[in-house]
């Protein structure tokens, strides 16, 4: 359950008097340009914010859209609508916060200008999702006696583009009850407020004024070191402003909380979600469901979870009969529910985490020793844990088991708990793939290969039997104590989309640091001497294949020192004064 975050002077104040000063006293003016227009920042952060009510006749309804001008689809809001509200309602008395994602349905350009520059340095994790909405739930529900209905049932929903699952989370809980008291009003100066935050910046201190309080994070870099507390370490406010509120984390859910019903299982889960099996999680909340999903993805960081996945879904969603029917094998996907009829519809699905109530006694991971057999779930209300017949790869690490286990006993601090799953986790993740890394560190070609006279050089395929052969002598047992079959859980992964993304990411990176190193090449080259005995025609060839060179330092966001752009721009300009004025005059004008 959630709770009203803001006090109601705060939320007076910032309807008001959104226009004058942040909430750190910097002038919003501060961060604005001639050159941005309204709502640009805005749309950095979030897409929109949405306020779906109850109607008698309609059922879901979208109520207003803010800013006005953001269009969404038809079934974009249908989604919207059927998603913001918990399938059950009768256990959600109150304030309830969820999330979900949703596809896109037409492919937009991404708002944000510098989204190639964010996606470089931020961890593949935390990179905008172009092909999906996530959407943020606050849902109010409380009695109402001036209501047919008997409740007044509405959700206002924070829609964004980055998975910032905690911070938006914290932001709908800002945001929601000042709508509830001052109407919208109150989302126009809370989007006003947003209007004024610099853009995401990985490895940055942030401070965003919200409402009359301001919240301090800082989003990870891809350089972070793995493991380490990526905290919004603690400031001193700015012109005597107020306090910051610190997000420890911008997009981490509680792992240990989330995962504590089935964590005797968690190595074989950690398998499911790195090879792409279809996972359901069947919860008795819009809550713990989203989270648990979240927790299920993120299990496998910090590489990127790249099947579909659904951390709230019901049965009037768009892709509902995609994902349920019998005529075929079940989806790559991690999939939430809460409707028992989901029970029923899913049982032919070959995973099943069950999670129930939350409890906090050590008794809790006592009773399931072993996954039961899918079959033998008949409803929601069956036991938690592990529906299965999937035999794993590698045998059990039961430490960890036990660690955990003895941290219940003993009441070790839930944040420590999570910190050392977080980290068996990733131990395991980097035991897998450091391997995977080795090899294609070793695809790339030598440097002294790269000659400016001929194209630059790829990236060798990956095969698959070569790097196995390669596990002997530089395998997982080099980082990890675990035994098991390796070789036969690497070559499931190499039919999963995990391992496609994983790949082409590699490909990517290395490949652009091919094409760095070749315009280094080009630089360094007397390029004048090489065009003293050519024709004009193969001159002009060089000049435009060098303005290619230029114009892929913008479209690939290839990271070049300034003095190497500076550098290509004088050899250009030296090879055009060596041509007739006929040609320098047309090779100007472009």
């Not at 937009?108 to 470089?120: F, I, L």
């Not at 050590?362 to 017949?389: I, R």
Request: with cysteine; proline share 8%.
């Amino acid at each position: 359950m959630a709770t009203s975050e803001v006090p109601n002077d705060r939320l007076r104040s910032s309807v008001s008097s959104h226009g004058s000063m942040d909430g750190s006293g910097i002038k919003q003016e501060q961060f604005r340009s001639k050159a941005i227009l309204p709502w640009d920042r805005l749309s950095n952060w979030l897409h929109c914010v949405c306020v779906v009510t109850f109607d008698l006749e309609l059922g879901q309804a979208l109520e207003f859209v803010y800013p006005s001008h953001v269009k969404l689809s038809e079934k974009e809001k249908m989604n919207v609508c059927y998603l913001s509200f918990p399938d059950s309602n009768s256990g959600c008395m109150g304030d309830t916060q969820f999330n979900f994602r949703i596809r896109q349905c037409h492919s937009r350009p991404h708002s944000y200008n510098n989204r190639k520059v964010y996606d470089r340095n931020s961890p593949v994790t935390l990179q905008s999702d172009t092909g999906h909405y996530y959407g943020f739930v606050f849902f109010r529900q409380i009695k109402d006696k001036t209501s047919r209905r008997g409740y007044f049932q509405k959700s206002l929903v924070l829609l964004s583009k980055v998975p910032y699952i905690t911070l938006f989370t914290r932001l709908a809980s800002i945001i929601a009850p000042g709508y509830f008291e001052y109407g919208e009003p109150s989302v126009e100066a809370a989007c006003h407020d947003i209007d004024q935050w610099p853009p995401p910046a990985p490895g940055q201190l942030l401070h965003l004024p919200i409402m009359g309080r301001v919240l301090q994070i800082r989003i990870p870099t891809k350089q972070d070191k793995l493991g380490s507390i990526s905290a919004a370490v603690k400031t001193t406010p700015e012109h005597g402003g107020s306090q910051p509120t610190i997000v420890p984390s911008v997009h981490e859910v509680e792992p240990f909380r989330c995962l504590q019903p089935v964590l005797p299982h968690i190595q074989l889960i950690w398998e499911l979600i790195l090879t792409g099996e279809p996972v359901v999680v069947m919860a008795p909340s819009p809550s713990i469901c989203s989270d648990t999903v979240h927790a299920l993805v993120h299990s496998i960081s910090p590489l990127r979870y790249m099947s579909d996945f659904r951390p709230y879904f019901t049965i009037h969603d768009s892709e509902f009969k995609e994902y349920t029917t019998r005529t075929q094998a079940p989806p790559s996907i991690v999939l939430g529910v809460t409707n028992p009829f989901f029970a029923k519809t899913l049982q032919h699905w070959p995973h099943v985490i069950r999670i129930g109530e939350p409890v906090n006694t050590e008794k809790s991971n006592s009773k399931m020793l072993k996954p039961k057999k899918p079959g033998s779930l008949k409803t929601l209300e069956s036991k938690p844990g592990l529906y299965t017949q999937y035999k794993p790869f590698l045998n059990k690490d039961k430490t960890i088991i036990k660690r955990l286990a003895k941290g219940l006993q003993t009441k070790r601090p839930q944040e420590v708990q999570d910190a050392m799953l977080r980290r068996h986790l990733l131990e395991l993740t980097q035991s897998f793939m450091i391997p995977l890394e080795r090899y294609v560190a070793s695809l790339m070609p030598l440097q002294r290969n790269i000659s400016p006279w001929k194209h630059p050089p790829r990236l060798k395929p990956f095969d698959p039997e070569a790097f196995l052969k390669t596990l002997e002598h530089s395998g997982p047992q080099l980082t990890s104590g675990l035994k098991g079959d390796w070789i036969g859980l690497y070559r499931k992964f190499f039919n999963s989309k995990n391992f496609e993304g994983w790949l082409w990411q590699r490909q990517v990176e290395v490949n652009h640091k091919l094409s760095v190193l070749h315009l280094e090449a080009l630089c360094n080259a007397d390029l004048l001497q090489w065009t003293s005995d050519k024709q004009e025609v193969q001159v002009v060839d060089l000049v435009l294949k060098l303005r290619e060179k230029m114009a892929d330092i913008l479209d690939q966001n290839l990271q070049v020192k300034p003095e190497l752009e500076q550098k290509l721009t004088v050899h250009i300009d030296a090879i055009i004064r060596t041509l007739p004025a006929d040609l320098q005059a047309v090779l100007n004008s472009q």
